[in-house]
């Protein structure tokens, strides 16, 4: 940071910006989830978030049931001569058509390895690279196979094939699907297990929580969206904060915050009751499953990114608390009336459903945060 230090700030990130901000400094991956008739407004958000606060490039895939893998991978690749250039910085928006291709062969890989061998590399892949932020929208609405790649390829492998090259994820890379929430219970359609527990955090965005960085440029507000900016359109003063905050935050402050968090000091206290926390969600009759140890550890990482945010060096119950509902919202597998196991022992299932009828992933959550007890 050259003007202001990061702590300062982030009281000044909107919503979608810290959700954004700590998954960068985690290394790791984000859901968003929102209504349907926002997730354009909200990838847009987005968009400009990587552009006007990070300097990152950034892609839109939108994404549905006739996405191929080939297709997916390619529109994640940007070039210098394709970017559109957007407040002094790189955006590519576009969709990711279905021309059925199946996934890359095994004679492609091996023969794009033998030219990077050859010395050919740099005629052989262009300019094209990845981005450094995907975002995804619908992209629950996907196969299944091309889900399990992204995990596979490019979540826990980082590299992209194609039938062309093989590229490697930059350093700053973040992959941020964003899902409509159901209507009826305000969850998102479910991810592939593995794939959903490998996302770092989960947020909702309220469209009345507004779009600061779309509405500073209505270039690119949807027309209903533009209609109403002027209503939720923040105040000058903060604007100006704004812009003034405009490529504040890059690779070298995240890497500050990196190392404060890394420094936060964990108690046997804060740890056992964290430890307890996922005992009490694995015991609770309602959860049938996502509390895994991936979770646990993403859980105790976003706890010590939390607290240098919070100006202290040190872990607190109640920033774990925090973290709790921020890393298990999208994880837990509410247990249905006919898979409860105390019918084992002659419950009744009709009472059992009673019980169980409006129990939600928040719930859940805050019924074993007030259960736990917290160390003084």
């Excluded at 939390?306 to 060096?313: K, N, T």
Aim: include cysteine; charged fraction near 25%.
């Amino acid at each position: 940071m050259e003007s202001l230090d990061i702590v300062d700030l982030v009281p000044e990130l909107s919503d979608l910006e810290l959700a954004i901000f700590l998954s960068l400094v985690a290394r790791e991956h984000c859901l968003i989830e929102t209504k349907k008739d926002a997730i354009d407004d909200v990838a847009k958000e987005l968009a400009l978030i990587c552009l006007n606060t990070f300097n990152l490039s950034c892609v839109i895939l939108d994404c549905s049931s006739e996405t191929s893998l080939d297709n997916f991978g390619n529109g994640m690749l940007v070039s210098d001569a394709r970017r559109v250039d957007h407040h002094g910085s790189s955006i590519g928006t576009r969709g990711v058509p279905d021309l059925s291709s199946d996934y890359p062969s095994f004679r492609s890989i091996q023969e794009s390895r033998e030219y990077s061998r050859s010395g050919m590399k740099g005629n052989y892949l262009d300019d094209k690279r990845v981005a450094n932020v995907v975002i995804a929208k619908n992209f629950n609405r996907t196969d299944e196979h091309v889900q399990i790649h992204v995990l596979e390829q490019i979540l826990r492998s980082k590299r992209i094939f194609t039938k062309t090259a093989v590229h490697s994820t930059p350093k700053a890379f973040l992959f941020i699907p964003v899902v409509a929430s159901n209507d009826n219970d305000l969850r998102p359609l479910s991810l592939n297990k593995h794939l959903n527990d490998h996302i770092f955090i989960s947020h909702v965005h309220d469209p009345q929580d507004g779009y600061p960085n779309l509405e500073e440029d209505d270039k690119w507000l949807s027309d209903d969206r533009a209609s109403i900016s002027s209503v939720i359109r923040k105040s000058d003063t903060k604007s100006q904060k704004r812009l003034a905050m405009r490529h504040k935050i890059d690779e070298e402050a995240i890497t500050k915050f990196q190392q404060l968090s890394d420094n936060v000091t964990v108690c046997a206290e804060v740890t056992r009751y964290l430890q307890d926390i996922v005992v009490f969600l694995r015991l609770n009759r309602a959860v049938a499953g996502g509390v895994s140890a991936k979770a646990t550890f993403h859980l105790f990482r976003l706890s010590k990114c939390l607290a240098p945010l919070h100006g202290i060096d040190y872990l607190t119950p109640s920033i774990v608390a925090l973290a709790a509902k921020k890393v298990y919202r999208h994880r837990i597998i509410v247990a249905s009336a006919e898979n409860d196991r105390s019918l084992q022992y002659g419950s009744n299932p009709i009472v059992v459903s009673r019980l169980l009828m409006g129990v939600s992933p928040e719930t859940i959550i805050d019924d074993i945060i007030g259960e736990v007890e917290a160390p003084l």
